[in-house]
């Protein structure tokens, strides 16, 4: 049976609650995985802190070919077996397995997106910032990422409001 694993865009909580993470006026990646195996994606989902009715904001689950951001790594912890909670763990460093871990590899809140040059979507919405989207795929129907391609959440928001993203992955 494949193992699953679950990523946040932020760091394992600990003594508090995963914190949400600002958007932004322009794309901002607030979460990416560089997966070390090919990697099928179960779920997604994304959520907001918003308190008033606005314009819904553009949030992507899209594959950027070899073209990463730069992010916050991930620890090896930040990695969490899903399904089976004795999933051998991320192994660490720039080659970690499942997910290759380092500021240009895996992790969360980017602070430059890179030239991307061909993408592959795998899901779009526009999502009001009052509002949550997840998506689960059927079984033997998910979204599919080759080891080494860039896997993102993007968002991009016409006033910045707070986010919590999240992939739960297969491999």
């Known amino acids: 049976m494949a193992n699953t694993y679950s990523v ?3 760091p394992m909580p600990t003594t508090a609650a995963v914190a949400a993470v600002a958007t932004g006026t322009s794309i901002k990646t607030m979460l990416q995985v560089v ?4 990697i099928k994606v179960v779920e ?3 959520s907001f802190d918003g308190s008033a009715a606005a314009t819904p904001g553009t949030c992507e689950l899209i594959e950027t070919g070899s ?5 916050t790594a991930y620890a ?7 399904q089976d909670p004795n999933a051998p763990p991320n192994t660490s460093g720039s080659s970690g397995t499942p997910l290759n871990l380092g500021t240009a590899l895996s992790g969360y809140t980017s602070t430059s997106e890179g030239t991307i040059t061909a993408t592959r979507i795998g899901d779009t ?6 509002n ?8 033997g129907r998910e979204f599919g ?3 080494g391609k860039v896997l993102r959440i993007r968002m991009t928001f016409g006033t910045t409001i707070n986010a919590l993203c999240y992939i739960i992955f297969e491999v």
């Open 67 to 71: 073209i990463a951001a730069t992010v």
């Open 8 to 10: 946040w865009n932020g």
């Open 76 to 82: 090896v912890a930040d990695v969490f077996p899903y």
């Open 44 to 46: 997604w989902g994304v």
């Open 35 to 38: 997966p070390a195996v090919p």
């Open 125 to 130: 919405q526009k999502v009001a910032p009052t």
């Open 145 to 147: 990422v080759a080891a």
């Open 132 to 139: 949550q989207w997840a998506k689960q795929w059927p079984l």
